[in-house]
């Protein structure tokens, strides 16, 4: 029997161990759209194959292993442990089925897990408060698909540090409540360059002529970060939002 564990954990050991020493790193990719709270099926958004698609390109090319699902019966701690991180690429709703996944999952932060959201992962569980502390903000509203600015309030991180002063997108800009004070802004949409209707509603002047879009922080233990941007499709094939997002997974494994 002995032996038996030695070998299992010499095969663990050499899958898990580069040639040079280096311990691979893997992540899962979530993309479950639940019901909204109310009980009625939520937007799903068509960009989810493309992300999931960029996200294995962009860790394959940086040595990290990925498993994408949507199945939210792998939240056990069990199955969790296997993660460095855990990313929601366009989660969006209730995507727990069990209070037991919940918990799961917070004792996967706690213990120092990795969390990345990307878009509409800041509309997930809006009924749990721990979550939105997580993520860092809740998810309210966006305006209309448009081009707009985006200013860049944080160039020294990995998944800014490329871009300038600037950078002009099509997208949608979100807008979150019950932000998170510790977050760490990265990126704000310049609000004189979004044409909405209901802007004066929400945000109005909240963060005067600037609205967060982009940020991250740590958060009881592990690493956190998230992007509003990446609703198109077609925006997964872009080479600077691939950079975005791969200086945000790698700042959150702490490779970079």
């Known amino acids: 029997m002995k032996k038996i564990l030695i070998s299992?954990?010499?095969?663990?050991?050499?899958?898990?161990?580069?040639?040079n020493n280096e311990v691979i790193k893997k992540v899962l990719i979530f993309t479950k759209n639940g019901?909204?709270?109310?009980?009625?099926?939520?937007?799903v958004h068509e960009n989810i194959p493309n992300s999931i698609k960029a996200l294995q390109e962009i860790c394959k090319l940086e040595k990290i292993e990925t498993v994408a699902s949507e199945d939210a019966s792998l939240f056990t701690d069990e199955t969790l442990a296997?993660?460095?991180?855990?990313?929601?690429?366009?989660?969006?709703?209730?995507?727990?089925?069990?209070e037991e996944q919940k918990q799961a999952f917070q004792r996967y932060i706690r213990n120092g897990g990795g969390f990345i959201g990307i878009h509409s992962a800041n509309a997930v569980e809006r009924g749990w408060p721990w979550y939105w502390a997580l993520i860092g903000g809740k998810f309210v509203r966006h305006a209309p698909h448009q081009e707009f600015d985006v200013i860049v309030t944080n160039p020294s991180h990995p998944s800014t540090e490329f871009l300038g002063k600037k950078w002009t997108v099509n997208d949608e800009c979100y807008y979150s409540n019950n932000l998170n004070p510790d977050i760490n802004v990265l990126?704000?949409?310049?609000?004189?360059?979004?044409?909405?209707?209901k802007k004066s509603e929400y945000p109005n002047n909240i963060f005067g002529n600037?609205?967060?879009?982009?940020?991250?922080?740590?958060f009881e233990g592990g690493r956190q970060w998230y992007t509003a941007l990446g609703h198109d499709s077609e925006m997964y094939d872009d080479p600077i939002f691939r950079k975005h997002l791969k200086g945000g997974i790698l700042w959150v494994l702490n490779k970079k």
């Open 187 to 197: 990126l704000s949409a310049d609000m004189t360059t979004v044409e909405d209707k």
């Open 82 to 98: 296997q993660f460095d991180a855990i990313i929601f690429s366009n989660a969006n709703n209730e995507v727990f089925d069990t």
């Open 8 to 19: 299992i954990f010499c095969i663990f050991t050499l899958t898990n161990i580069h040639a």
């Open 210 to 218: 600037y609205f967060p879009i982009c940020w991250s922080h740590e």
């Open 35 to 43: 019901l909204s709270l109310n009980g009625k099926k939520g937007y």
